[in-house]
């Protein structure tokens, strides 16, 4: 597995040791705060790294935007420039 650093942190490059694969998810795919519906899709995608559990990415269209804030903070499994944080 090829490996870089980046401001001290490990970044495993995708390849034979270390797949990445993306997937439409199957079905559909709700995610809820507080018991409250934010975002639901059929047309998700789910994103699977070798040792990490799966991510999914819903588009914003499926979201309700007057519930998320924008933040100037990346959570850990995203690096800047993959997408953005709300």
Do not use: C, F
């Not at 034979?16 to 199957?26: C, E, F, L």
């Not at 519906?37 to 070798?50: G, W």
């Amino acid at each position: 597995m090829e490996t870089k650093t980046s401001k001290g942190k490990e970044i495993r490059i995708p390849g034979p040791d270390h797949p990445i694969t993306i997937s439409p998810a199957v079905g559909k795919v709700r995610v809820t705060v507080a018991g409250r519906i934010v975002a639901e899709s059929t047309q998700a995608l789910r994103l699977e790294e070798k040792g990490y559990p799966p991510v999914y990415y819903l588009p914003r269209n499926d979201a309700d935007m007057s519930l998320l804030v924008r933040s100037s903070q990346w959570p850990h499994q995203m690096r800047p420039g993959t997408g953005r944080s709300h």
